[in-house]
Each structure stands twice: as C-alpha cells, then as structure tokens.
C-alpha cells in the first residue's frame, strides 16, 4: 500500500497562474481532506469530502476549488495563484466516522507551492 | 469554533529525561484526539489517537492522556533520546455544522541535546 500520495512535490507559479494539485489515496477511505500549513499557523482546513462525488469548505476555501470525481482521488485547484496561496499543502484520508469506531487521518507527504 | 493550544512551543532538553507535552482545546465536543509527529520539511506521522470514549492510549515510549471536562491532553515521552527531536501537533476531530476535520495546534518544537 501506498497510502496517501500527493503530486507535485514542488511547484513555482507566476502570480496569476494556474494550477491542480493531486492526491490519491488506496486505502478506500471514504473521506479526504486538504489542508495548507504556514509559519505560525499550524494547519488548516481548506476542503475536504464525505464521500465520491462531494466535496465542502473548510476554514479556509477562498481561491481554492476540489473536486472527487473518483473515490481515490481528491483534487485540489488553484484558479489565479496568488503570492498569499504560497504554502506546503497536505491531503490526508480517513475511512468514515461511525459511531464507537476508529477514524485516524493519515497524511500525505506534502506539496510545496511557491507562488511568485 | 474550536480552537487548539500547545504549550511549551519549544523545548530543549537533555537526552534521558521524561517530559510532557500539553494540549489544550477549547470545545470539549471532540470526537477524537490525534498527536503527530512531523520532522523539518516532511509529512505528518501519526503517533496516537484517542478517541472520545477513551482517556489514554500507549504506544512504547509514548502515552497520551485525554480529559475532555478540562479540555486537556498530554503527551509523556519517556526516557527521551535524539531521535525524539522533532515538532509534536496535537489535533482535535470536531464535527460541527456539517464540518470534519482536524482542528491543529501550532505544534511544540523538541529538541533532546545528546
């Protein structure tokens, strides 16, 4: 098992660009979740999905848009990159939360973006 | 909004000693509580989760104890060694208004001097 993979690992972009950041996971989790981490603010919450085909806002959605098109993959976009969306991303995966059951997040290396 | 403390934000400490790491949130509505571990430009590793029915988990060196009336957690290491040296997040599951996912500290940042 893989677990959770992200791709890129890195990325530069021009103010303005565009771009789709990719996280696959093969454990069959039912819920996925992006998350960006800065200096002193710990992680936080952009999106994340309860399922194939559903997607919700975190703490922090603006100047992001997902999608889970397939149960496996959760996609995370950047429409017009800006210099405040520079930050390592993380998605991470858990199987669905049912009462008295165990639902550990388990994480993905990471992307660093740059946004220039 | 649920919102997650660590305190100390870093610590250095000799190798061999026991420490605590504190955790602290403030809506007890949890319905689990994870610590990681994350060295400097890596992932996140999770090292134990305690769900909201438990008050503590074990795994070697590691315990965390869970109080969700005072809204505390605790990380004990115990006979610390370098390799413990790394950035410690403590992350509470809270699902509110249809929202799910983990809320995260800012981290405590360890170093154990050889």
């Known amino acids: 098992n893989a677990g959770v993979t992200q791709t890129p690992k890195f990325r530069v972009l021009k103010t303005g660009q565009s771009m789709t950041l990719l996280c696959a996971q093969d454990?069959?989790?039912?819920?996925m979740y992006w998350y960006r981490q800065d200096p002193g603010m710990g992680l936080r919450l952009i999106h994340y999905?309860?399922?194939?085909?559903?997607?919700a806002k975190g703490e922090v959605p603006d100047g992001y848009n997902v999608s889970r098109l397939k149960k496996q993959n959760f996609l995370l976009g950047l429409e017009s990159a800006a210099p405040s969306q520079t930050s390592v991303y993380f998605c991470?995966?858990?199987?669905?939360?049912?009462?008295?059951?165990?639902?550990?997040?388990?994480f993905g290396p990471g992307t660093r973006l740059t946004v220039l | 909004k649920q919102e997650v403390t660590q305190i100390p934000a870093a610590l250095s400490v000799p190798e061999g000693e026991n420490l605590v790491l504190n955790c602290s949130f403030t809506?007890?509505?949890?319905?689990?509580l994870q610590w990681f571990r994350q060295d400097p430009g890596k992932g996140l590793t999770s090292l134990l989760l305690?769900?909201?029915?438990?008050r503590e988990q074990t795994s070697g060196r590691l315990n965390a104890s869970l109080d969700k009336s005072s809204g505390r957690s605790t990380l004990y290491i115990a006979a610390s060694q370098p390799g413990d040296s790394a950035t410690y997040l403590c992350?509470?599951?809270?699902?509110?208004?249809?929202?799910?996912?983990?809320?995260f500290g800012k981290g405590t940042h360890l170093i154990i001097q050889p």
């Open positions: 454990m069959n989790h039912e819920y």
């Open positions: 992350a509470a599951g809270t699902s509110g208004g249809g929202a799910d996912g983990l809320t």
């Open positions: 809506d007890s509505a949890i319905y689990n």
């Open positions: 991470a995966s858990s199987p669905r939360r049912f009462l008295g059951e165990v639902n550990e997040q388990f």
């Open positions: 999905s309860v399922g194939e085909g559903t997607t």
């Open positions: 305690i769900q909201s029915s438990q």
